[in-house]
């Protein structure tokens, strides 16, 4: 069969797909991945090939609005409180505009479209921000599916959304997420249905059973994989730590948000370096000049693969991005998550209700807090285990080998739906559920 994975040009958001590509294309199919032209380079790297559509996504003019800097809006799981109507209606006025339609730009759809009809995919698996991978399918008539790389906090929202809506006199139905969906279905002449926003299926590349969000469709895990782009084993990895090795990274995007936190990357290793351990930092140029002088127990690299790194490591320190979350998960390793934004409080809280990591949000940081959050995790076994016990979840998880002949009984099952033969009606729960045996 034919498969199309698809991506906004941000390769933290693409990684998720690479492991499923591999796994499609070994198994013979033939598989290919369309995005912004900025991220053809990252996916070459990845051994599958690019179909650029379309612009680059204005992510600049877009941190650059009116309160961009803050990152984007609150999750409703980041809330106290059950969210409210008017908290429903305001998150999905801010990301129709902010994310979707400025990361799934028009030009981008169109090509998307043109290309996707042209090439006929059977199947396409979109990444939860890049809509556009819905539209293509429901254009070219393909089935489609959501891949996640964090939490569904996007489903969640979208079930409260109609929840709440539903309560709502009539002529209040505002929806702006799906009228955004249903204008861009319209240039196509396709209708809107919720499964544009949530797939046939989803797929949860990265998170265990237990650290979920019930976001009421249907979902089949898979093991993480963690993909790390372009990478080199440096020759100090070979060799075992003398301490216990803390690894404190911010990812590609994580230095991004760091507007409310009190203190920054080179305090918390410097204060990290206080304790009897080796820090393995990843800090950019500005953030090592502040560590001047190196502690003699910190490394500072520029990159390291974190599925080399985190099976060395005691303790991960970070901001709660998806590739050093799952890395960790998967090695059973505890974190220690410093989050502020989208999905990453929730991950952390999450995470640290199972007893296998520390949240601290960034305007309670202090050095010596820091410090014991750390020391904590180092010295008390507990944590250790409830990692090791969310490891064996993650790895009890189908690999994405073992996940390409349920994908594939899908396509079948829709082909037959779209013939007459299906067991069920198209978007039924429990037939999905069926295929998926």
């Known amino acids: 069969m034919r ?14 797909l690479v492991p499923l590509g591999w796994a499609l294309a070994a198994a013979g199919h033939e598989v290919r991945v369309a995005s912004q032209p900025a991220l053809t380079d990252a996916i070459t790297a990845s051994g599958l090939t690019a179909v650029p559509v379309g612009t680059d996504p204005p992510l600049d003019e877009v941190r650059e609005r009116p309160g961009a800097a803050m990152g984007p809006p609150r999750v409703h799981e980041d809330r106290d409180e059950p969210v409210t109507w ?29 290309f996707a009809r042209r090439w006929r995919p059977d199947l396409v698996i979109w990444e939860p921000f890049t809509l556009a991978g819905a539209v293509a399918a429901e254009a070219c008539g393909a089935a489609h ?9 996007l489903g969640s929202a979208r079930r409260a959304f109609l929840e709440l809506r539903d309560r709502q006199p009539r002529a209040h139905w505002e929806d702006p997420v799906g009228e955004w969906l249903a204008l861009t ?9 919720e499964e544009a926003v949530t797939g046939r299926l989803t797929i ?28 080199v084993m440096p020759g100090w990895l070979a060799e075992p730590p003398a301490r216990p090795r803390v690894c404190f990274t911010l990812g590609r995007t994580g230095a991004d948000f760091l507007h409310d936190w009190k203190l920054g990357p080179a305090e918390l290793v410097a204060a990290a370096a206080e304790l009897d351990v080796e820090v393995v930092a990843t800090l950019d140029a500005q953030q090592r000049a502040a560590l001047e002088p190196l502690p003699g127990n910190v ?52 995470l640290a209700a199972q007893g296998a990591g520390r949240y601290i949000a960034p305007p309670e940081l202090d050095a010596a807090g820091f410090r014991a959050a750390l020391a904590a995790l180092l010295d008390d076994p507990g944590p250790r285990a409830a ?7 993650m790895l009890a998880e189908p690999t994405p080998a073992e996940l390409v002949p349920r994908l594939e009984r899908l396509v079948a099952e829709d082909r037959a739906g779209k013939s007459g033969g299906y ?6 729960p429990g037939a999905v559920e069926r295929v998926l045996r």
């Open 387 to 393: 990692a090791d016990r969310l490891r064996r979840e």
């Open 145 to 153: 599916v959501r891949a996640l790389w964090g939490l569904d906090v």
């Open 423 to 428: 067991p069920g009606p198209i978007g039924d």
């Open 299 to 350: 490394r500072v690299v520029d990159f390291v693969p974190m599925n080399l790194l985190m099976p060395t490591c005691a303790v991960a320190v970070h901001h709660g991005g998806a590739g050093t979350f799952s890395a960790a998960l998967l090695n059973g390793v505890p974190q220690l998550m410093i989050a502020n934004t989208w999905d990453c409080p929730v991950k952390a809280k999450r």
């Open 204 to 231: 949860d590349t990265t998170m265990p059973p237990s650290l979920r969000l019930p976001a009421g469709v249907p979902v089949v895990g898979m093991r993480a994989l963690p993909y790390n782009g372009r990478s």
């Open 86 to 114: 008017e908290q429903a209606l305001d998150f999905d006025t801010v990301i129709a505009p902010l994310l979707l339609a400025a990361t799934n730009n028009t030009a981008m759809v169109d090509e998307l479209v043109a």
């Open 185 to 193: 279905l319209g240039r196509y002449s396709r209708p809107f249905t």
């Open 3 to 16: 498969v199309l994975l698809t991506s906004f040009a941000l390769a933290s958001h693409y990684n998720c």
